[in-house]
């Protein structure tokens, strides 16, 4: 029979990673605890669902005893395909891998600090820093956008023959990506002030692209 002295002794031996100042048993240390502890153990996963880019898993963990399956703990994960750059390829391998985390959590394996594992951890903050989309329409009715425009410049006449030079000189689209790129503007609403140092560093960029060709 299996006692809690052997599963703290299974902890012991888990290498744990640091994540926002608290360490974290991922889910490999955690079945290494468990072949320890069980080492004829099972751990069962199923894909529940898998629809339109989202899926979830259930894992079951547990051991034969007289030739029957005793149930330890479950755990289920849910993964969405667009959650993070990484699901982008591996969301069903990320969701099968955070269930078995979790069953084994549940077990008492690399519970120190939290259920979570390291890598359940680390992909809910990746997903948290993905930039959320702002829905364009809702019902199929488009949304206005009522984001106030910033003012357009009032030019004097230096910085007017200036702006018409620029665009004499480079592709409207160009001038549009340069200013925004650095001013989160386009060359409409930038200053000529802040145009001339964006085209002074376009120039120079140019020049050093020259040289290194020669």
Known sequence: ??????????????????????????????VKAFRMVYPTGLIKTEMLSNDNGVCVFKAIAGYYEDGRFLE??????????????????????NCETSAVGRALGF?????????????ELTNALAQQEQPKEIPTEIFGCPIEDDTPEPPIPQ??????????????????KFLDESCRRKFKTDFRHTP?????????????NAKIEKEAKK
């Open 155 to 172: 030019d004097n006449a230096e910085d007017a023959a200036y702006r018409i030079l620029a665009l004499r000189a480079y592709p409207v």
């Open 192 to 204: 000529v002030s802040k145009l001339r140092t964006v085209l002074t560093e376009e120039m120079l």
């Open 72 to 93: 330890l703990a479950t755990g289920t994960a849910f993964e969405s395909q667009s959650a993070s750059y990484i699901n982008k390829t591996s969301y069903i391998e």
């Open 107 to 119: 077990c008492g394996f690399g519970i120190d600090t939290s259920i979570c594992s390291a890598e």
């Open 1 to 30: 029979m299996t006692t809690w002295e052997q599963i703290v002794k299974a902890n012991a031996a888990i290498s744990t990673t640091a994540i926002k100042g608290k360490d974290y048993a991922e889910v490999n240390q955690r």
